[in-house]
């Protein structure tokens, strides 16, 4: 071991009080993300068991496939043919349903958060449906159900009873004849799954005459390329067979596609913690190399080179990034549950996983942690190793005032760049909303490390100016305010860490009330319609045609969604009752008119101005179904935020060509002389029949939307919580080594007279004016990339720009206040210096 590796492990056994909290931020940032990759892998392979036993022992599947929007449904025709094939042990039509709603015997509906309500006609062979009974048995004549052993324990639900059944074409009562265990271990991950027979199933889904899949066991001893060659070559167009190993591939494709995206937010939450311990690592380095400076120089002055000085600091980084990451795994398991418990309180019903600590998850921690603190101590190892034996016995390491100026001139050119970039993202020639907010992400990064490098020229001012209050604390508060700006390089250093926390709160503030403006503008103005009828799932058919003969409304359209190709292009397409809809909302009609006619399609206004059509103007249609249809246009329109689609067409087109006919929401407008009071009494009745639907007037809609995109702002509040608190962590690791630095200087105020009382004031204002300043930086630049993602998103979800600032007002408050909470330690700590030891501290 050399005298230098000696050296270096002393010295941070003589600093570990000083490092330990640069050490805790490290440590947050690496849980954040083992937490996140921890959770990904869990959620990955619950999901990986449970597409085992989806496919189970299904050999092969036959399926609807479609280049674009929703395929068609099967013909239960080619059951039989594919029955006749040599080598074919077992073929079973299926269909399935989402939200299929069970109702309790109390009559409550049942309900999740998250897993849907899945409905299933009942196979026999349990190979093929993946459903044993335990319990009961097979449901096999008209209105009978089985549901999975779990929903019905929690459910209270008992074998014999009759219960309520909320599908697609109506709600139905039916006896529960069984109950079943999807796979070995009825691992539905907290779905409820409900079975129902064959024909009742296909008359309560739409299905009449139709299957969604076939599913296929083959003999045993048989070519199975052969069988499914002939299997497919009785398989009409759009239509596909896929092995075992495919059906297994996709269905772990499809879940693992949305973990990669909950996983991806995760990472990018964990990216911001990491970055702003950057600032916090360097910032520590800095001041304790500063104060370390005659030992540095008694190290230069006996031999030590510039080299073994900087060797010497990164190996002291290495060791901390080491020590950080081994504890942050740790923390990462432990978090892991945090996230969970975060998740569930916000409503998310994450499934159950296990507790996986993969290889790459050890890998990635280390990487991280050891990778952000040798960065963030180059610099000061840097500029330990430049300064003179001589230099550095007689003054600190402080950069000289020509440094000062290199290190503004970046920043500002660096800001410049930023607000370039950003600029080009939302006026250039980028296509789309993700590249355009991939592009202003991008230009916020840069004005972050711009802003965090040219803000030391403006700290002294700024600080001033808040401080200006703080004269009425007297000496206290005069000395707080010098303090704070009295290193503004320190002082910006540790703000910019507060200030890219705060920065992102506000800019997802700005973001969420712009949108609730925007509804509040749209219903204002282009809604007509006195009720919003909304269901997590697909709405009844049956509701639509109950509005209708209720009496109540003048006006009742349902809306549903899917996909056209349009001169090779693919497109949304919008279906409603036209003439209802021209009476419900204000589409922005700018020439023609909506109507019934057939064969007739609006467009949105800016896609006709690319397409070059006008009014009477006809286009080539594809659908899903790989039918081509001409179509006139009848009408342009302006509003794209109710029909946020490029197309609309009315319901008896929609039913032309379309093989499923489910509504996902629907309007409706009172008949004159009905008031809303008499329209909700009699609502009632319609609600009980399908728990499953929400009626909400204007005033509920608004509120309930604004609802969700304040749990939504909750959410994104609270992961960014993390990179908040690391920053406070880093004021208080700052001034708790301030202390020391200055301890001679505040044992000679306590020697003239100030009291414990004023000392603790004098830290703590200080602390909060540092939380003041990354408060004031963060809530600027929030504020302006607030409106440039605005600007970036769509019409059709936010349209009007809106700054919401009495709660940036109670941010800010929280930020002081919580700057003062920061330095109770240091404060502390100062306070009971001794004043003799502190005067003799050299």
């Known amino acids: 071991m050399t005298e230098m590796l000696k050296l270096t492990l002393r010295t941070l056994n003589a600093n570990k009080i000083r490092l330990a909290l640069t050490t805790f931020a490290v440590v947050l940032g690496v849980s954040f993300v083992v937490s996140s990759l921890v959770l990904g892998d869990g959620l990955r392979n619950s999901f990986g068991s449970l597409s085992e036993e989806i496919v189970g022992g299904t050999d092969l599947q036959v399926q609807p496939v479609s280049d674009f929007g929703t395929a068609q449904p099967l013909d239960a025709s080619l059951l039989t043919a594919i029955e006749e094939i040599d080598g074919v042990h077992h073929a079973a039509g299926q269909v399935v349903a989402d939200n299929i709603q069970p109702i309790r015997a109390d009559g409550t509906p049942v309900s999740t958060v998250g897993p849907p309500l899945l409905g299933f006609s009942w196979v026999d062979d349990p190979a093929l449906s993946g459903f044993t009974v335990v319990d009961g048995r097979a449901p096999d004549r ?215 600590l993969a290889p790459r998850t050890i890998v990635v921690a280390f990487a991280v942690g050891v990778g952000v603190t040798f960065l963030s101590a180059l610099a000061p190892a840097r500029k330990a190793a430049r300064v003179a034996p001589i230099a550095a016995m007689q003054d600190s390491l402080d950069a000289p005032r020509q440094s000062d100026k290199r290190r503004n001139l970046v920043g500002a050119a660096l800001m410049v760049g930023g607000i370039t970039v950003g600029s080009f993202g939302l006026f250039g020639t980028i296509d789309g909303t993700v590249g355009r907010i991939a592009v202003l992400a991008a230009g916020a990064v840069l004005t972050f490390v711009g802003l965090a ?90 509701l639509i045609s109950d509005l209708t003969a209720s009496g109540l409304f003048s006006a009742v359209s349902g809306y549903r969604y899917d996909e056209i190709q349009v001169d090779g292009v693919i497109n949304g397409v919008m279906a409603g009752d036209v003439e209802a809809t021209d009476r419900l909302f204000d589409l922005g009609i700018t020439t023609g008119q909506l109507t019934n006619d057939p064969f007739t399609v609006a467009v949105y206004g800016p896609e006709a101005d690319e397409k070059g059509v006008e009014v009477g103007d006809q286009l080539e249609v594809m659908f899903p179904s790989g039918a081509t249809e001409t179509l006139t246009v009848s009408a342009i329109f302006d509003s794209s935020t109710i029909v946020d689609d490029n197309y609309f067409i009315s319901i008896g087109e929609w039913d032309r060509r379309f093989g499923q006919s489910n509504d996902w929401w629907a309007a409706a407008l009172l008949s004159e002389g009905v008031s809303s009071e008499s329209a909700s009494a009699s609502l009632a009745g319609l609600e009980a029949k399908y728990p499953q639907v929400g009626f909400e007037s204007q005033a509920e809609f608004r509120r309930s939307i604004e609802s969700q995109i304040d749990q939504m702002l909750v959410a994104i509040n609270a992961m960014l919580v993390l990179a908040i608190i690391i920053a406070l962590i880093g004021i208080a690791n700052t001034l708790a080594l301030s202390v020391f630095e200055r301890a001679r200087e505040i044992g000679l105020l306590r020697a003239v007279g100030m009291s414990r009382r004023q000392t603790r004031q004098m830290i703590r204002w200080e602390a909060a004016l540092v ?72």
Not at 796 to 815: E, K, M, N
Request: glycine share 10%; hydrophobic share 50%; with cysteine.
């Open 453 to 542: 490098l040219a803000c030391p020229a403006v700290a002294h001012p700024i600080i001033g100016s808040i401080g200006l209050p703080l004269r009425i604390l007297g000496t206290a508060g005069d000395l707080s305010t010098q303090n704070a700006g009295r290193n503004p390089r320190r002082t910006a250093s540790t703000a910019a860490s507060l200030m890219v926390g705060l920065a992102l709160v506000t800019m997802a503030m700005v973001v969420g009330e712009s949108i609730k403006q925007s509804i509040s503008d749209t219903l204002a103005s282009e809604v007509r319609a006195d009720y919003i009828v909304s269901s997590d799932g697909p709405i009844n058919s049956a």
């Open 771 to 842: 939380a003041l300043f990354g408060s004031v930086l963060g809530i600027s630049v929030g504020l302006l990339f607030g409106w440039g993602a605005v600007t970036a998103l769509p019409d059709s979800l936010v349209s009007t720009l809106a700054f919401p600032f009495s709660r940036i007002s109670i941010l800010v408050a929280v930020c002081g206040l919580s700057g003062l909470l920061a330095a109770s330690f240091p404060a502390r700590r100062a306070s009971r210096l001794n004043v003799l030891d502190a005067i003799s501290h050299a």
């Open 142 to 356: 008209g209105l009978e159900f089985t549901i999975d052993e779990d929903a019905a324990a929690a459910n209270d639900m008992r074998i014999g009873e009759t219960y309520g059944i909320v599908t697609p074409t109506g709600r139905f009562e039916m006896e529960l004849v069984g109950m079943v265990r999807f796979g070995e271990s009825n691992a539905t991950l907290g779905a409820v799954l409900s079975q129902f027979p064959l024909e009742t199933a296909q008359n309560l889904f739409n299905r009449s005459g139709q299957f969604d899949v076939i599913s296929v066991a083959y003999d045993e001893a048989v070519d199975r390329e052969a069988v499914q060659a002939a299997i497919t070559a009785v398989l009409p167009a759009q239509v596909a067979a896929l092995d075992q190993a495919q059906l297994l591939d996709d269905a772990k494709a499809d879940f693992n596609s949305g973990v990669n995206i909950f996983n991806n937010i995760l990472l990018g939450f964990a990216g911001v913690a990491l970055f702003v311990s950057i600032f916090i690592i360097a910032n520590t380095f800095a001041i304790v190399l500063g104060q370390r400076t005659k030992e540095l120089a008694l190290l230069r002055a006996i031999g030590a080179s510039p080299a073994q000085v900087r060797r010497s600091t990164l190996l002291e980084a290495l060791i901390v990034g080491l020590v950080a990451s081994a504890l942050g795994i740790l923390g990462g398991l432990g978090l892991n549950y945090g996230l969970r418990a975060m998740f569930e309180a916000l409503g998310a019903d994450l499934p159950e996983s296990a507790l996986i």
